[in-house]
């Protein structure tokens, strides 16, 4: 079974297509931010030689947690599911977050979709606007991104998701979705429709997102039963009971499911640090510049 199980890659265009597009309009995008001289030299940071890498990292991520056999062990490991998650909905959304995707993309798109596109997104007086920047404020997608979260993972919610391929896809788009919004914030990516917050804000907004699956995952690994009734139906592979198998799923989440947040707060801060500490230089060269000055 273990070796069926490895082999057991999926084709299904309903994803291949859209990550493929996304990372093909994404790299055409970067091309054409790098050779664009003139905007390059004023936006330097957009087409930055890491973002693509990144970028397409973040892709092959999502590739892996729904095509890979990482999909069909989650049918049979609580663990393994945990750990598709981790990929789907903790490590590929800060990766797609940090290439500044929205910007990019746009600049892949031929010009006469650029323009109407654009104009809906970066246009202060569409319609349209006022409405997301209202619906996605960060207090209101920290809340969404917890509310999903910890809904998804009630026993009745997992069970009834993992007897329906149709509910598993709507989890998985509803975890993807909600965190690249909680994301966007924490990162600062564009389109900006909010005051961008400080890094003090952004890190704040990403600690503040710790609790939610730290609290998750300690209930899950210390349960003194099984919460979720569908693993006790299916076959055990590799001979991990059911226990065992949720403990280290519970542990997953909350450990590794914990750290992106954690990391992500502590290089904000690290980065409020290196700007504070650069300003009474700058105030101080200013100072000196103005007594040489008053010398001559």
Do not use: C
């Not at 930055?48 to 991520?61: E, H, S």
């Amino acid at each position: 079974m273990t070796s069926a199980v490895l082999r057991s890659w999926e084709f299904r265009p309903i994803i291949i297509i859209p990550i493929l597009l996304m990372g093909v309009l994404y790299t055409i995008g970067w091309l054409r931010l790098r050779r664009l001289g003139r905007f390059h030299a004023r936006r330097p940071h957009l087409a930055a030689w890491w973002r693509l890498p990144v970028y397409w990292l973040g892709l092959v991520l999502i590739a892996l947690s729904l095509l890979s056999p990482i999909d069909t062990m989650a049918g049979l490991l609580f663990s393994m599911h945990m750990v598709q998650h981790l990929l789907l909905a903790m490590l590929a959304p800060p990766l797609l977050m940090a290439a500044n995707p929205m910007p990019v993309i746009m600049w892949g798109l031929p010009g006469k979709t650029r323009r109407p596109i654009g104009a809906v997104l970066f246009n202060r007086q569409s319609a349209i606007r006022p409405i997301v920047t209202k619906i996605t404020q960060p207090g209101i997608m920290l809340f969404v991104y917890i509310i999903f979260l910890w809904g998804w993972h009630d026993s009745s919610m997992y069970n009834a998701a993992l007897r329906s391929d149709l509910v598993h896809d709507i989890e998985h788009t509803t975890f993807f979705i909600t965190a690249m919004l909680l994301w966007w914030h924490i990162t600062g990516a564009g389109p900006r429709f909010h005051k961008r917050l400080g890094y003090l804000g952004r890190a704040a907004l990403a600690i503040a997102a710790i609790p939610a699956t730290m609290i998750a995952g300690v209930a899950i690994a210390f349960a003194s039963t099984p919460i979720y009734t569908f693993y006790e139906s299916v076959p055990r592979l590799w001979g991990i009971s059911v226990m065992t198998d949720q403990q280290l799923g519970g542990a997953i989440m909350w450990i590794p499911g914990s750290m992106m947040f954690l990391l992500a707060g502590l290089v904000l801060i690290g980065s409020w640090l290196v700007v504070e500490e650069r300003k009474p230089h700058v105030y101080l060269d200013t100072l000196l510049q103005q007594e040489d000055k008053g010398a001559y």
